[in-house]
């Protein structure tokens, strides 16, 4: 009998140290996730929506609300923008830093003034 009871103690405080190790876990996770989303420009508020089965699917989570977040504050200035009758152009591979004030603008749509 004490051996059964050493046995269940045994069993008892392994599982108890796999709960906290995942609880460490989760929190390191959720932390990952916070300062991951406030270096990309994101609400920390988004990480209640996020996947913290592990490091790589909790990325991939960051990701994933990133760019559909991203893609919808697109179409919605599009809308807007498209009902004032302003489009903008397509992003292009043009490195912007090189180009002069008036290439700039041109590229961006706008008309010289004269």
């Not at 609300?65 to 179409?75: M, P």
């Not at 152009?89 to 043009?94: K, Y």
Request: proline share 3%; aromatic share 4%; charged share 40%.
């Amino acid at each position: 009998m004490p051996e059964e009871m050493n046995a269940n103690t045994e069993k008892e405080a392994e599982q108890a140290l796999e709960k906290r190790e995942r609880e460490v876990e989760m929190r390191e996770l959720k932390l990952l996730a916070r300062q991951t989303l406030a270096d990309r420009g994101l609400s920390q508020e988004l990480s209640g929506i996020l996947d913290y089965s592990d490091r790589e699917a909790c990325l991939k989570s960051v990701d994933s609300v990133e760019r559909a977040l991203r893609q919808e504050v697109t179409r919605q200035m599009d809308k807007h923008l498209a009902g004032r009758g302003i489009t903008l152009p397509a992003a292009s591979d043009t490195d912007e830093d090189a180009l002069s004030d008036r290439e700039y603008y041109t590229l961006r749509g706008f008309k010289p003034r004269l």
